[in-house]
């Protein structure tokens, strides 16, 4: 279980609150209005920023001061996922290995990974000979490989065509299915949080609520999230 | 959307890497200074000699910005409007002379202007009497080779800066090349002229090796040089240490004036573009920039091709010294490279934590090098004989002066890249050396090669502390010229000084070339 205890993040005069928890092996979508703080909060629970008060907790374990990499967290971020000047191999092990050294197993573990997101035999390519959506492809083998029980998305697809997205989104949602982890993503297109995440955590004015069932929230939106649907 | 969220204690690399070089540079610089100023105080004060040294220094460097950047501006107004076949090789070529060995460029300007130069054999064919290169207007002239590509690069970049839709929205006013002057052009130079003015006055402040050449005498004589002539001549380390003390004071307050004005950053970055210039598209203005830009090649040329013309020819009569000590300086200046580039590294991953970093590593540019040169002579003189440190001393020396430009190439690169790939590093706990080796390296190849090729061409060509450090058997190549030029060996010279600037040319471009090679980017 995921949980956020009496969190405040503070950046010059923004502000914002948490307080909640969220089971493990669950879908959530992050949604509120641009500027809420969808990204500050991911941020914060994966290591990048801190917390000016509260925890951050995981199966009951504290993990508020932990460097990103300690974290039982992978990340993939708005954009920058990949490193251009290494191979999509190479990219991938960085998630067993930080130093580029990798054994024959490690190697094997890679091209599974490869395989499962669909590169089978794209080991050898650096990221400028890829597509955008076989990149994103490579960043979740990497996701794969480093066997992390939480997953945090901020965004990553943004870039993508809608049908491309979709397909990455679902790609996704079936590693998170095989794997047992948890999935927490921020989006700002409700068709994405209806379509993988059960669940939805509302960040607006100030405050992440804790996760709600996402159909019932964007039939039924308070005053907050309406006036950023636009319905 | 919340600002950029700041790291949670970062560490891209040990910082102690960066202490420990921020510590060898503070007291590489600092405690020669104080070796000085402690000889200094038991000496006597400035006599007229010295103050008319500093007068000396001062005017000329005063003439030498002014020429340099008048001049400089209808070249970078042609270049700025103009798109023609070897462009870009003119504008690299405005990047030479600052890798340009100073002694090679004074042969290539003797060879031009000198007593039987091209200059003057054309004014006794049309029976004028010969122009004189020594003394004040030599120092300015080869000044004025040296610091024109830099000004007009300088300004280049301002006049790229402005927005090619202004230049539009005016030819749709109708504005004629008058008004686009006074709107458009007057306005940047306004803003770009004091900085370059400034930095180019700073820089020709510390001039020795075209003092010693071209100057000399009571009357063309500069800070740094009479620093040398008490040194080497007199023997007098008192008056070394005072007109030390002189010489700081006045760059220190030239490159403070010239540091918040701008800048450092004539090379480089994005000047393929050239804006569609509709009020200068009439002939009178074409063959007006033409010219201009034909006789600023000329200027840069005319020297350079002399000294490779003589040189040819002189190298028969090159002694074995000259390769004896070719070798020497190969060697000093691939050593001081690797300290400036390791240096800067250091440095620029401790300038992400503190920005005031960058402007430590000024420090090299601020002291000059003969200062630096007599304070070490001063401390290792009582323990041991100096001139056996020559070869540790010179690298130590020409390694710090490159560093500000290793440094100012290095630290906005490494900065974005710890901004676009830093957080995804830190979540794979990419550290220390595997994010040495995984990241940084492969993403600052051509930064680290460019600044390499930097530090060797100027340790290459560098003719400056060895000059009081070095005993006749152990000399550089430079300073090998200069002995032959003393000797009236002008031949020998010539064909020395085109080895000079070969290796000087070939090690930059080596270096750099390597940094370009399967760079990603």
């Known amino acids: ?231 | 959307m919340a600002a950029r969220p700041v790291p949670l204690g970062r560490h891209p690399a040990g910082p102690w890497a960066g202490w420990a070089a921020a510590t060898l540079l503070v007291a590489f610089v600092v405690l020669p200074l104080l070796a000085v100023f402690w000889r200094a105080s038991g000496a006597s004060l400035p006599g007229p000699a010295d103050w008319s040294a500093v007068r000396f220094t001062v005017f000329q460097a005063v003439l030498s910005a002014i020429f340099s950047v008048i001049l400089a501006i209808p070249v970078a107004r042609a270049l700025a409007r103009r798109q023609f076949p070897g462009r870009s090789v003119l504008i690299t070529l405005m990047g030479a002379p600052f890798i340009l060995p100073v002694i090679v460029a004074v042969l290539g300007l003797l060879a031009v202007f000198g007593r039987s130069g091209i200059v003057n054999q054309a004014l006794a064919w049309i029976g004028l009497p010969p122009v004189q290169i020594y003394g004040l207007h030599g120092v300015v002239l080869a000044h004025v080779f040296f610091n024109l590509p830099l000004a007009t690069r300088i300004l280049l970049q301002g006049w790229q800066g402005i927005p090619a839709e202004r230049f539009r929205l005016a030819a749709s006013l109708g504005c004629q090349p008058r008004d686009v002057f006074r709107l458009l052009e007057w306005p940047m130079l306004r803003a770009t002229l004091p900085g370059a003015l400034l930095l180019i006055f700073a820089i020709c402040l510390s001039s020795f090796a075209v003092a010693l050449t071209l100057g000399g005498g009571p009357r063309a004589t500069t800070v740094e040089l009479a620093i040398y002539q008490a040194f080497r001549l007199d023997f007098d380390l008192g008056r070394a240490a005072v007109l030390s003390v002189l010489q700081m004071a006045i760059v220190m307050l030239a490159a403070g004036l010239a540091l918040r004005l701008s800048l450092l950053d004539g090379f480089g970055r994005g000047m393929d573009r050239v804006p569609r210039r509709w009020e200068a598209e009439q002939w009178p203005l074409q063959m007006l920039d033409c010219l201009v830009l034909l006789i600023a090649a000329l200027f840069l040329l005319l020297p350079l091709g002399a000294v490779v013309w003589r040189g040819l020819s002189g190298l028969d009569a090159v002694p074995i010294q000259v390769w004896r000590a070719a070798w020497v300086s190969v060697v000093m200046a691939l050593s001081s490279t690797v300290l400036t580039v390791a240096m800067a590294l250091a440095l620029a991953h401790l300038a992400l934590q503190r920005r005031g970093v960058e402007a430590l590593g000024l420090l090299g540019i601020a002291a000059s090098p003969l200062v630096i040169g007599t304070g070490l002579f001063l401390l290792i003189n009582p323990v041991s004989d100096p001139a056996r440190w020559a070869f540790a001393v010179t690298v130590l020396v020409n390694a710090m002066a490159a560093l500000p430009f290793a440094l100012r190439v290095m630290a906005p690169v490494l900065r974005d890249i710890e901004r676009d790939f830093g957080p995804l590093a830190d979540s794979l706990g990419m550290t220390g050396l595997a994010r040495l080796r995984g990241l940084t390296l492969p993403r600052m190849r051509r930064p680290l090669g460019f600044s390499a090729g930097l530090a060797a061409a100027l340790s290459m060509g560098d003719l400056g502390v060895i000059a009081l450090f070095a005993d006749p058997d152990r000399a550089t190549l430079p300073l090998q010229i200069l002995r032959l030029m003393g000797a009236y060996k002008m031949d020998a010279a010539a064909g020395a000084g085109l080895i000079l600037l070969v290796f000087s040319l070939l090690l930059f471009w080596l270096f750099d070339r390597g940094g370009r090679q399967d760079a990603d980017t």
């Open chain 1, 1 to 231: 279980m995921l949980t956020l205890e009496s969190l405040v993040i503070r950046q010059d005069t923004f502000v914002l609150r948490a307080d909640l928890s969220l089971q493990a092996g669950t879908v959530a979508a992050v949604i509120g209005p641009s500027g809420a703080g969808k990204s500050t909060l991911l941020n914060v629970i994966a290591g990048f920023f801190a917390p000016v008060q509260g925890r951050v907790l995981w199966q009951g374990q504290d993990i508020t001061t932990l460097p990103p990499a300690k974290r039982p967290i992978s990340m993939l971020f708005q954009d920058n996922n990949l490193f251009p000047h290494l191979t999509a191999a190479q990219n991938v092990g960085l998630g067993i290995r930080p130093d580029l050294r990798r054994s024959q197993g490690d190697e094997q573990r890679v091209s599974d990974a490869l395989r499962r997101v669909g590169l089978d035999g794209y080991g050898a390519r650096k990221p400028g000979a890829l597509s955008g959506g076989q990149q994103g492809r490579v960043a979740l083998a990497r996701v794969l490989v480093q066997r992390r029980p939480l997953i945090l998305l901020d965004e990553p697809f943004a870039a993508l065509g809608p049908a491309l997205k979709a397909e990455m989104l679902d790609l996704v949602a079936d590693l998170a299915r095989e794997t047992g982890a948890t999935l927490l993503m921020v989006s700002h297109d409700p068709f994405d949080a209806r379509r993988i995440a059960p669940l939805t955590i509302l960040v607006a004015e100030g405050t992440a609520l804790p996760p709600q069932p996402t159909d019932a929230l964007l039939d039924n939106p308070p005053p907050s999230l309406a006036a950023y649907l636009g319905d």
